[in-house]
């Protein structure tokens, strides 16, 4: 049986406590199991056991030169369910000084910030299977600038994207 999706992920923190208050405020994820030096988070709404955990290094540990001068992870990408959603996360990770882009890939809608320790993640509503049209594939090929009010007006602020979905080739 082939992989089904993304369990969780684990990310190496400065300081696990200024982490964990960074993803329960900017996307409302709640501690599930936390000891010494770790915690384990879940997003609202989530099966999982976990969705995140977190491991302490240290004060001292170097940024990640994944991308600069090393191999290595980009980005983590969390799907919300509607671009109300997506918009109420794009102000508070504007707010939480967070934020560093937003765009339209044509099928996915996307913003991308990064956590208290430089680490790279997006968030991101995918146009639903039944609302995707020759014009809307064919933009894949190019990247633009989110114009997150033309998508609401266009999709609908609460139309439930396509989670789970598989985008034809």
């Known amino acids: 049986m082939p992989v089904q999706r993304l369990n969780h992920a684990v990310l190496y923190v400065r300081d696990v406590e200024r982490s964990v208050a960074f ?6 994820f709640e501690v599930v199991m936390s000891m010494r030096g770790a ?7 989530s099966t999982n056991d976990h969705d995140l955990g977190l491991f302490e290094i240290g ?3 170097a940024p990640s030169p994944a991308g600069r001068t090393a191999v290595g992870l980009y980005h983590l990408a969390w799907e919300v369910d509607t671009l109300d959603e997506l918009e109420r996360v ?10 560093v882009g937003a765009s ?7 913003v991308y910030a990064r956590d208290p320790d430089g680490l790279e993640f997006e968030v991101s509503w995918l146009v639903p299977a039944s609302l995707l049209t020759e014009e809307i594939l064919a933009s894949r090929a190019g990247i633009r ?5 033309a998508d609401k007006e266009r999709f609908g602020g609460q139309t439930r994207g396509g989670v789970g979905v598989s985008i034809p080739v």
Do not use: I, S, W
């Open 145 to 149: 600038p989110l114009d997150l009010n």
């Open 90 to 99: 794009a102000v508070k990770l504007t707010e939480l000084g967070a934020m």
């Open 23 to 28: 993803y329960r405020e900017a996307l409302g």
């Open 104 to 110: 339209d890939h044509g099928t996915t809608k996307a």
């Open 39 to 45: 915690a384990f988070l879940q997003a609202p709404g």
């Open 59 to 61: 004060a001292n540990a």
